[in-house]
């Protein structure tokens, strides 16, 4: 973003009486119930729901939230994914992470009554139907919206879940509680410790050669109907690496990035860029429009639209909570990364704003599709 920008706001400037926000339709403000100490440096929250937005805050196993909060002065957007189940209270989970403004808010200052903007439940590692049998291979904080996921099979009448889950030692396990009361019958979980060695628990770390030895010792393990991988990238990169030399598709492997991919390759771009120019865009967002030119080499459209005041949603901005998304209506993009579109979504003409740019002479795209 240009300089000019930053200091003075953008072309247009952010009027107050004319910024156009889709937060009344994307996000309201919950109050905390509670918060439980999960482990030193994890903590679960529990949101109040009043009854008038319990159909908004209606979600699927897997899915996550959108927090947006001002600490210190300074606007935070955050993304933590849902641990309940279904029929219990709405919670997520939230491990402090070294240098972490908002987790460590919620680690050392949040507390019950705090008042919180949270967005609706958003993402596509979820699990809306369970037939069968599933594997779930998870690390630290990734057991969060996997828990959400077991608590859904631990409930039905049809489906099964072998969990692995690695940690350092038994004092960071996130959620033991929890799993401990979830029925072995439905979920069956084998815990892995990277720093001890603990009788009845499996020691090493998920690493590409323990998971595949893993799979051999169970090979049936290949017959499960979806793979969901959670965790640090070279922990779900091992488990996709492992998986395919058994022959698994990519199609049944699910998995949620927390941090910007670093070693992760994005195979998922929109379309080959073959325009080089000046574009005329227009951007829809509650039901109203904006004008404005964009290079296909300048900012990505995320960037132009905030430049004009507009109040788009957006979280990471590193292709992977989905949070920008935008329908293209008229013209094309293309994406720099893309980690949570997936092909059908790319293929209906979805883009990721935060990593687009336009690669037509017109563009018209939507966030309220």
């Given amino acids: 973003m240009s300089l ?18 889709k937060k009344e339709e994307s996000s309201a403000v919950l109050k905390i119930k509670q918060i439980e100490r999960l482990t030193a440096d994890a903590v679960k929250v529990i949101f109040e729901v009043p009854e008038s937005l319990k159909s908004s805050y209606t979600y699927v196993p897997g899915q996550y939230l959108n927090l947006i909060m001002d600490i210190n002065g300074k ?11 279904i029929n219990e209270p709405l919670a997520i989970g939230i491990k402090k992470v070294e240098n972490g403004i908002v987790s460590s808010h919620f680690n050392e200052v949040a507390k019950a009554g705090d008042e919180i903007e949270v967005g609706f439940p958003i993402g596509n590692f979820k699990m809306s139907k369970v037939d ?11 057991i969060t919206p996997v828990l959400s996921i077991a608590k859904l099979i ?6 099964h879940l072998e969990l692995f889950y690695g940690n350092r030692n038994d004092q960071s396990i996130m959620f033991e509680e929890e799993i401990n009361m979830l029925s072995t019958d439905k979920v069956n979980t084998t815990h892995i410790f990277s720093e001890q060695e603990k009788e009845g628990f499996r020691h090493g770390m998920l690493t590409e050669e323990v998971i595949t030895e893993i799979i051999k010792s169970n090979l049936d393990l290949l ?3 979806g793979f969901y991988l959670c965790g640090p990238e070279p922990v779900i990169i091992n488990a996709q690496n492992a998986l395919k030399k ?31 120019g000046v574009s005329k865009v227009t951007v829809i967002l509650d039901e109203e429009e904006e ?6 080499d300048g900012d990505t459209i995320l960037e132009e639209v905030e430049s004009h005041g507009i109040d788009a949603p957006y979280s990471c901005r590193g292709a992977i909570c989905c949070t920008c998304k935008a329908k293209v209506l008229k013209g094309s993009a293309t994406m720099e990364k893309n980690f949570t579109l997936t092909d059908s979504e790319v293929k209906d003409g979805y883009i990721l704003t935060c990593q687009a740019h ?12």
Avoid at 75 to 85: A, G, K, N, Q
Avoid at 154 to 159: D, F, H, L, M, S
Avoid at 251 to 274: G, N, Q, R, W
């Fill in 4 to 21: 000019f920008k930053k200091m003075f706001g953008g072309k247009k400037g952010a009027n107050p009486e004319k910024v156009k926000s």
């Fill in 132 to 142: 069968g049998n599933y594997v779930a291979f998870a690390a630290g904080s990734g």
């Fill in 291 to 296: 004008h404005f030119e964009l290079a296909s």
């Fill in 154 to 159: 631990n409930n039905t009448a049809e489906g």
């Fill in 75 to 85: 606007t935070e957007h955050r993304s933590y994914s849902i641990c309940s189940d």
């Fill in 223 to 225: 017959k499960a109907k």
């Fill in 246 to 276: 058994f022959g698994v598709q990519e199609d049944k492997m699910f998995y949620e990035l927390f941090t910007t991919p670093v070693l992760m390759e994005s195979t998922k771009e929109a379309v080959v860029s073959d325009f080089s």
């Fill in 358 to 369: 336009p690669n037509s002479e017109e563009l018209i795209i939507s966030y309220d599709e």
